[in-house]
């Protein structure tokens, strides 16, 4: 079992930066791939970013189109947390970002195959 807890939103204008953190509770926490998604208002929530769990890959990540060059996911295995650093921001990244996590995880971008998600940290970007 893994809690996901994320922070670190708020309210930024248009071209500004965030980072969100995700802190996880356990003791495996290496043996987790590490995703951030995101949901607006009347969308469906969509994948972000991802970074894979201590195996072949390690460290390896994938980003959305949308996000690619902007934002970057980072992990600390030592601090049980992921982060996603939100640079250039744009009125159209405004959402709840969920942090997710799945054990043992190839970096798949499908929201179906994570197993443990958190409670959501609102990310608004105003222009």
């Known amino acids: 079992q893994v809690q996901l807890v994320e922070s670190g939103g708020g309210l930024v204008q248009a071209g500004g930066s965030l980072r969100l953190s995700c802190a996880a509770s356990g003791r495996t926490f290496s043996t987790y791939t590490l995703g951030w998604f995101r949901q607006a208002p009347g969308k469906e929530r969509e994948f972000v970013a991802t970074?894979?769990?201590?195996?072949?890959?390690?460290?390896?990540?994938y980003y959305a189109d949308s996000v690619k060059g902007r934002f970057t996911i980072s992990r600390d295995n030592t601090k049980n947390t992921v982060y996603l650093q939100m640079n250039s921001l744009k009125p159209d990244d405004t959402a709840v970002y969920y942090c997710a996590a799945q054990k043992y995880g190839s970096g798949s971008p499908r929201r179906s195959e994570y197993d443990y998600w958190g409670q959501g940290t609102q990310v608004t970007v105003s222009s």
């Open positions: 970074i894979r769990w201590s195996g072949t890959g390690y460290g390896t990540t």
